[in-house]
């Protein structure tokens, strides 16, 4: 079946370290992935879009990877602060990008400990 | 710029019941898509409305429906409530061109609603 997954388990980490986030799909093709932030309470906040012939983007302190063999993107956030402790999911759009329908991933929790 | 508004944020019903969420896009957006979030599945796509019209439709039965107004604002309605309902409804707005890869999406800070 088609689906996107990433990490169940919360990642906890040490300040200052890199943060590392997987999103793995099957059976799609996407024409690119996003990644959003989510707080308790708050709706998802976009972070970073990345598309198929993008190896690598980058924004302050994030970085995002696209490997279309892999079927993978990697997120990390480098330097982490206990302010960047939130829930990390990842979407794609199976349909290139000319609607709405994106696939969600169930989001990783990251916790960064002072 | 004021950021999207979603209301009530808190609600319970029983089932049976019906259900009318509130959502006031960013001034300017034309577009209002409505998400429902649960633990066991993340985020799923309800549909999307642009210019009164739905535009955009996930896999849900009939008995979620949506509307959006001439001044954007949407609601969302859900009738003959099921235990299963229960979610975090997410709405978000954005400007509404056709490209979603650079169209942002903002979201509201959801309505929880939980059935008894």
């Known amino acids: 079946s088609q689906k996107i997954e990433q990490n169940s388990e919360a990642l906890n980490i040490q300040e200052g370290k890199t943060a590392t986030l997987t999103c793995n799909y099957t059976?799609?093709?996407?024409?690119?992935l996003q990644w959003y932030r989510q707080d308790p309470g708050r709706g998802p906040v976009f972070l970073l879009l990345?598309?198929?012939n993008e190896k690598e983007k980058r924004k302050e302190r994030l970085k995002v990877t696209f490997d279309t063999t892999l079927k993978q993107s990697l997120f990390h956030i480098t330097a982490s602060q206990p302010a960047d402790s939130a829930t990390y999911l990842c979407a794609l759009d199976p349909w290139a990008g000319n609607n709405r329908k994106l696939i969600w991933g169930l989001g990783t929790s990251l916790a960064v400990n002072p | 710029k004021a950021g999207v508004t979603q209301t009530p944020r808190y609600l319970i019903k029983t089932r049976g019941q019906q259900v009318t969420l509130s959502c006031s896009p960013i001034s300017g957006h034309r577009s209002v898509s409505w998400y429902q979030q649960t633990p066991g599945q993340g985020l799923q796509f309800l549909f999307e409305?642009?210019?009164?019209?739905?535009?955009n439709k996930g896999n849900f039965p009939g008995r979620f429906s949506g509307r959006q107004f001439s001044n954007s604002r949407s609601e969302m309605n859900v009738s003959t409530l099921e235990l299963g309902d229960s979610a975090l409804y997410l709405c978000?707005?954005?400007?509404?061109?056709?490209?979603?890869?650079?169209?942002?999406?903002?979201f509201g800070p959801g309505t929880r609603l939980t059935v008894l």
């Open positions: 409305y642009f210019s009164e019209t739905q535009r």
């Open positions: 059976n799609y093709s996407p024409a690119y």
């Open positions: 990345i598309r198929e």
């Open positions: 978000a707005s954005s400007l509404g061109t056709r490209d979603s890869s650079t169209d942002t999406q903002y």
